[in-house]
């Protein structure tokens, strides 16, 4: 029994791994395709975060542990998460036309006047059911990735391995927007830029949707940095001050401080004022 008992804890912690491991992967792969912005794109981070959800309730059901604390102070949000998607996948359900007419009219004469139908049929209160469904089911795997955050980033380990992979798709994104932009290149992957041409975008084709990028990335670098330890040192000669700037830009500290000024180019030179305002206004209230 209690080699039974050790062999499923194994298991359960091995699978946990795994499934972490998938979880990164997801993160660092979303903005790759065009920022997840095309349906090929978005529905294979749909099958990917469903399905490690879905494993993780597997492994929960034949291996059941506690839940992560995470988990349980983010109950409200949660619920609130939970009744909206309820809301959304209630547009595109078949209801009675009668109850449709009471709750959305607008939605039922368009009906009735459409197609003919009457009030013993049913209808949904949404009048493009397929895209509301497409809808439902986008908004859902957000919420699987957020759910999947609670459940899997358990530890500071884990937490500062999340923060330093999303730093770096975003370090990725602004390199590689720098260098399309400057070099005249106005490249995204093997296809030619048709938009925003002069702006940096990264591997997005709206520059709103690569500054939304690094308004996460920049303050989660600069959380990083304020967690290093600063160890100040006293150099009595510029000599050794200026030695001293250079060994601190191979350190840690010094690394992550040159990451940000890059990232913070890239945004700046991606022409998105709504996205500078905002990023200097949260970085404001964080300091």
């Known amino acids: 029994m209690e080699t039974s008992t050790n062999s499923g804890r194994r298991w359960n912690e091995g699978g946990d791994t795994l499934l972490f491991i998938g979880f990164l992967s997801l993160i660092a792969w979303i903005p790759i395709p065009l920022g997840s912005n095309r349906a090929w794109a978005w529905s294979l981070m749909e099958v990917w975060a469903y399905g490690l959800v879905g494993i993780w309730l597997i492994m929960q059901a034949v291996r059941p542990k506690r839940l992560p604390s995470a988990l349980r102070s983010a109950r409200w949000s949660l619920l609130f998460l939970g009744l909206w998607l309820a ?27 459409a197609l003919g139908l009457d009030m013993g049929e049913s209808i949904s209160l949404s009048v493009d059911r397929r895209a509301t469904l497409g809808q439902f089911l986008l908004a859902g795997s957000y919420g699987a990735i957020y759910l999947l955050t609670l459940l899997l980033v358990t530890s500071r380990a884990r937490l500062t391995l999340t923060m330093t992979v999303v730093m770096f798709v975003g370090l990725a994104e602004a390199v590689y927007g720098l260098f399309n932009t400057l070099s005249g290149t106005e490249m995204i992957g093997w296809m030619k830029k048709e938009a925003y041409l002069g702006d940096v975008t990264g591997t997005y084709v709206n520059r709103n949707h690569f500054a939304g990028l690094m ?33 601190a830009l191979l350190e840690a500290r010094g690394r992550l401080a040159l ?29």
Do not use: C, D
């Open 259 to 287: 990451y940000i000024v890059i990232m913070f180019a890239a945004l700046f030179l991606s022409g998105s004022r709504g996205g500078s305002a905002s990023l200097i206004v949260s970085v404001t209230a964080l300091l």
């Open 87 to 113: 809301y959304t996948l209630l547009q595109a359900l078949p209801l009675p036309a009668a109850l449709v007419s009471a709750m959305n009219p607008a939605a039922y004469e368009l009906y009735r006047y």
């Open 215 to 247: 308004e996460i990335a920049i303050p989660v670098a600069i959380g990083l940095l304020i967690a290093e330890k600063n160890i100040h040192h006293y150099h009595p000669t510029w000599g050794r001050r200026l030695a001293g700037v250079g060994t």
